[in-house]
């Protein structure tokens, strides 16, 4: 069974500093992607990032970008330049190749302090 | 830019009614989903929707729910016959093709069982 784990409920940051959330993931697959998730006050879930697992390069989005260690089963994102904006819970998500139920995290409650 | 939309936003209902819980994907995608967020917990898949019938679905997607795509356009969630447990955020989601296309989703409906 596929599995994300987020060990931290909440976090701050200071704004225009950098902030990295931390996401484990454990599979047996070998071909899967990788989600980051932004659900702001609104509630609207927004894609921030993904990444496929067959890319050793990681992925960036402007100020967001992933440290993706597939040996370790990690999938951590930092957030340069924090914007108040940027308050939200963050969710990471693991799907296979061959399915389409989204497995998420428990999710990181981020506050960006003015 | 073309977004998933849910209606209604909010519901409130007696415990034993049925609920149909709607959305309209985005136009040209082939994928479907239902997830829902219990207050204070993780996102969780419910059900995918491809080519007009259940793709998968989770061990929560019991017989008391059921999807159905109506027409061109809907694609409705609906619980018959409605539990207390059954309170929470039911997000819509679509995507153009399988796991490699990125799920967008909806703003979300919010259901309250009394």
């Known amino acids: 069974a596929q599995t994300v784990t987020q060990s931290q409920p909440e976090m701050s940051v200071q704004e225009a500093e950098t902030v990295t959330l931390s996401c484990t993931y454990d599979?047996?697959?070998?071909?899967?992607?990788l989600f980051w998730y932004k659900q702001p006050p609104s509630r609207q879930m927004i894609l921030v990032i993904r990444?496929?697992?067959?890319?050793?390069q990681n992925a960036t989005e402007n100020r967001f970008s992933v440290n993706f260690q597939k040996a370790a089963k990690s999938f951590s994102l930092k957030i340069s330049d924090s914007q108040l904006g940027d308050t939200a819970m963050y969710f990471c998500?693991?799907?296979?190749?061959?399915?389409?139920?989204?497995?998420f995290g428990a999710g990181t409650r981020l506050t960006v302090k003015p | 830019e073309p977004e998933v939309t849910q209606t209604p936003s909010h519901q409130v209902t007696q415990m034993g009614q049925e609920v149909i819980l709607r959305c309209v994907p985005i136009?040209?995608?082939?994928?479907f989903y239902w997830y829902r967020q219990i207050l204070g917990q993780k996102v969780e898949f419910l059900v995918s929707f491809y080519n007009n019938e259940i793709s998968e679905k989770s061990e929560i997607f019991d017989d008391q729910f059921s999807v159905e795509r109506p027409d061109g356009s809907n694609f409705t969630l609906k619980i018959r016959s409605t539990k207390l447990e059954d309170s929470a955020m039911y997000f819509c989601a679509s995507s153009a093709g399988t796991a490699k296309e990125t799920q967008y989703f909806g703003p979300g409906t919010r259901l309250l069982v009394l």
């Open positions: 599979t047996s697959e070998n071909n899967y992607y």
């Open positions: 136009s040209n995608h082939l994928y």
């Open positions: 990444q496929e697992a067959y890319k050793q």
């Open positions: 998500a693991f799907m296979t190749y061959n399915n389409n139920d989204m497995r």
